[in-house]
């Protein structure tokens, strides 16, 4: 059998024990007695790679690692890292927009089957945040390391220092600073986060997101993207999600955290990512605003929505990636 095949075998045939939870309350009966029921249910799982955007180098390079029986963790690790050493891409690592004093500062998280989760904000002058998150998860006690520290930290395991300003983000904010009007526009050309989430062929799931966050933002933000359970949330028994836009409203709704609480309720992803959507809009005023989720499950179904219509995401069920559109609310 080739091994294309053997592949595609081993995907649908694997099965998993999924915990799905429960309240049980009696009549009558106040919230200290309410009881967490779990009953385990078998699901099939097939492998999946998903991101936001129309990122598809970095869709395929993850999805090559997962063809070949790779931890999800390494393909979004390395998914995501094509991106951010990407000068084009003007929202993640190098090349990123800077803050509005010139500083391009970045934010990145990175969550693993175990619920082990590393992250980085405000760190300057390193490539690849998401490889020093993923560093902070496994080499250290804990879970953020900011600024000064999350640098030291960087050189202290190899990492190099670089500028990471290019000519044209540089030609581009001294243009802004004439005006200094500082509106974060909706629209793609200025949400380019890269959040992704892959779940392997022995049924685990891994997320990594990265970002230089908003362009111009004010020195020392820290948007949704290094924060665990608002820019990315993994549960291995339930699946996991990813948000990109406005992270001021993802954050104040802990937005991935909710989208995979809601899958654990029963929703379908793409339910679940809809009802996170509905939960910012019926709390503050939305018009000006985008937010997109993305969500997959154990059984690898996939679910997207967003605001506004035109975030596209990057999905891998086969070789192939496929650019989808989300569901939006407008
Ligand atoms: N969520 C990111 C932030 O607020 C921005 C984006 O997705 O474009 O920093």
Redesign the pocket.
């Known amino acids: 059998m080739s091994s294309r095949r053997k592949f595609i075998r081993r995907s649908i045939l694997s099965s998993f024990a999924v915990a799905v939870t429960g309240l049980k309350s009696c009549i009558g009966a106040n919230s200290a007695n309410t009881e967490e029921t779990t009953k385990k249910i078998s699901v099939k799982s097939v492998p999946v790679v998903i991101s936001?955007w129309n990122n598809q180098k970095a869709n395929e390079k993850a999805w090559s690692i997962i063809e070949k029986g790779g931890r999800a963790i390494d393909a979004v690790e390395e998914g995501v890292n094509l991106v951010e050493a990407d000068p084009d891409d003007q929202?993640v690592g190098y090349g990123g927009r800077p803050d509005r004093d010139g500083n391009v500062t970045l934010?990145a998280c990175i969550m693993d089957e175990s619920g082990n989760a590393g992250s980085v904000c405000f760190l300057q002058k390193i490539k690849h945040p998401v490889s020093v998150a993923r560093k902070v998860m496994e080499d250290t006690p804990h879970v953020i390391l900011a600024g000064a520290g999350a640098l030291k930290f960087a050189l202290s395991v190899g990492f190099k220092e670089e500028d990471l300003l290019t000519p044209r983000s540089r030609k581009e904010w001294e243009e802004w600073k004439m005006k200094s009007d500082y509106k974060?526009l909706i629209n793609i050309e200025?949400?380019?986060?890269i959040?992704m989430l892959a779940l392997d062929q022995a049924g685990n799931i891994s997320g990594a997101?990265t970002?230089?966050?908003?362009g111009y933002?004010m020195q020392g933000?820290?948007?949704?993207?290094p924060i665990i359970g608002a820019?990315l949330y993994i549960d291995n028994e339930i699946g996991g999600a990813t948000?990109?836009?406005?992270?001021?409203a993802?954050?104040k709704s802990v937005g991935s955290f909710l989208v995979v609480e809601l899958m654990r309720q029963g929703k379908t992803p793409n339910d679940a990512c809809k009802e996170a959507v509905m939960r910012i809009i019926r709390k503050q005023e939305y018009k000006d605003l985008?937010?997109?989720y993305l969500a997959i499950n154990k059984a690898g179904e996939t679910g997207s929505f967003s605001i506004h219509p035109g975030f596209v995401y990057a999905v891998n069920k086969q070789t192939k990636t496929q650019i989808e559109d989300a569901s939006s609310y407008l």
């Open positions: 936001t929202s934010d974060p200025n949400h380019d986060t959040g997101c970002t230089s966050g908003l933002k933000r820290v948007g949704d993207s820019g948000a990109t836009g406005m992270g001021e993802v954050l985008q937010v997109g």
